[in-house]
Structures are given as C-alpha cells and as structure tokens.
C-alpha cells in the first residue's frame, strides 16, 4: 500500500528577506532572514536632533530679525530727536506733539524687540550675552525717556510760551505755571534716573552699543539740566508772582564806582507791586 506524503504547503524560507541559503556540514540548508533597516528618519534620536537643530535654526532666524528691528526702531529715535527740538522751537506743537508719538511708537518697538523670550535666553549665551543686555538696557533707557519725560516736556512748551502766558491784558497766566509744575518735576526725575542709568553701564564689547551708549550719556546731563531748571522756575515763579497774595518788591539801582558792603551806591529805587 502505498502512502502520498502530505502536501507540506509553501516553503516558510521562501520570499521576500530569505537568503544564505547555504548547506552545514552535514548537508543541512540554514536559511537566515536579511534584516532589514529602519528607515533613518524612523530612529528616535535622529528625529530629536533634527528637532533641535530645527530650534536651533528657528531661534537664531527670530534673534537676528529682533536685533536689526531694535536697531531699525532706535535709529529713528535718533533722527527723531533733532525734529522735535526744531519744531518746539519753532512753535509747531502740533507737528511737535506728532514727532513725540513716533518716538515713542519707535522706542516701544525697539524695547519690545529686545525684551523678547529669545533676546532674554541669548543673554546666558558666552559672548554675545553680556552686549545683548548692554543693548536691552540701552532700550529700556530711551524707552524710558520717551514715555516719561517726552510728553510733558512737549506739554510744557506749549504753556510755557510768552505768547501763551501773556494775557492781553499784559498780565502772566500764573495758573497755567502751576498745572504743569509737576509734569515737569516728573520729566526732571526721569531724565535723572536714566543719566544715571547711563553712567552705571560698563564698556561694551561692541563698538556700536559703545557709540549709542556715549551718545546717551552726553545729551542727558545737559537736557537734564535744562528740563531741571525750567521745573525749578515753574515751583518758584508763581509765588513770586503772587499766586498766593499780594508781593511788594524793592528794586535798588546801585553804583558801583563808590563801593558799599551791599555791592555799590544805592541810586534810584523803585517798588515792584504783583498781585496774582
């Protein structure tokens, strides 16, 4: 009787991936599946390079569009500055008022770029660190000074004008002297404090924060002392005036070829009467 073997099916070593199909010693056939490869972009440490590097890539693109804004922004603070001053002096406090607005805008801009999250992580960078806090404090400073003394400085040149003070009458609007006394004590203290600021920066690494810096600190003395006296004026004219009350005042012309321990020779006099 004969007896049909049983179909054993397809050969499980056959296909795709089989090969070294090579006899052992003993006649045998060891077949050796070919493993196959990930796919790179499958390994996970690739992807988390390639992530970081993407980081890496995308922060260094938004800190340099952040440092040339800031300088795009303050550089027009910078020209700004001598516009303004022309135009108070000339009168136009409309365009004044105008001026002052983008001064601002701009040295908001300009504070804003160099506060931003990748600016404050590239502070902690070696090398480029310590001038990138050099420039935020630079535009912390004129951002400062736009907001805080700008405004009532502008406010104050439209009062402070004879042609505005001047009644017709001939007589001072003493009132309008004391509304903006304290604005200017404000526009006085802010200007102080970014002098000061100023003086307290270290040398730059960078020769152009060096320049700013010098800038800076060569304009806010004498700006500060200026806006410190017109404010002192504003606090002591009005009673001088006779805001408070009638003043009488002596007014002694002296000769100073006969000398006396008050300076000269008392000649004419005359008596100075305010009242308000």
């Known amino acids: 009787m ?45 992807l988390g390079v390639g992530l970081f590097v993407l980081v890496l890539l995308g922060a260094a693109a938004w800190l340099t569009y952040d440092g040339l804004a800031a300088r795009s922004d303050l ?69 400062s000074v736009a907001d805080n003394a700008l405004p009532p400085l502008v406010d104050a040149a439209g009062v402070l004008g004879p042609s505005n003070l001047r009644r017709a009458d001939g007589s001072i609007d003493v009132a309008a002297i004391q509304r903006i006394a304290p604005a200017l004590t404000r526009a006085h203290t802010s200007l102080g404090n970014a002098a000061a600021r100023i003086r307290a920066m270290h040398t730059s690494s960078w020769d152009s924060i060096n320049t700013a ?30 805001a408070g009350g009638p003043k009488n005042y002596m007014i002694t012309f002296e000769n100073e070829a006969e000398m006396r321990g008050d300076g000269g020779l008392p000649g004419s006099f005359g008596i100075l009467h305010v009242d308000d």
């Not at 004498?222 to 002591?236: R, Y």
Request: proline letters at 8%; a positive charge; glycine letters at 6%.
């Open 2 to 46: 004969t007896t049909e073997a049983a179909d054993p099916g397809p050969d499980p070593y056959e296909g795709h991936g089989w090969d070294d199909k090579q006899p052992d010693e003993r006649g045998r056939v060891r077949v050796r599946r070919r493993r196959t490869r990930k796919a790179l972009w499958r390994r996970p440490w690739v």
């Open 75 to 143: 550089a027009a603070v910078k020209a700004d500055v001598p516009k303004l001053r022309k135009q108070i002096a000339a009168g136009d406090l409309t365009g004044a008022r105008q001026t002052a607005q983008s001064l601002r805008a701009h040295a908001d801009a300009a504070h804003d770029h160099a506060t931003s999250p990748v600016w404050s992580l590239a502070e902690h960078l070696p090398s480029v660190g310590a001038p990138l806090t050099d420039a935020r404090r630079l535009a912390a400073i004129v951002d």
């Open 213 to 242: 810096r010098q800038q800076l600190a060569t304009q806010l003395p004498g700006l500060t002392n200026t806006v410190g006296a017109v404010s002192l004026a504003a606090k002591v004219l009005p009673p001088l005036l006779g």
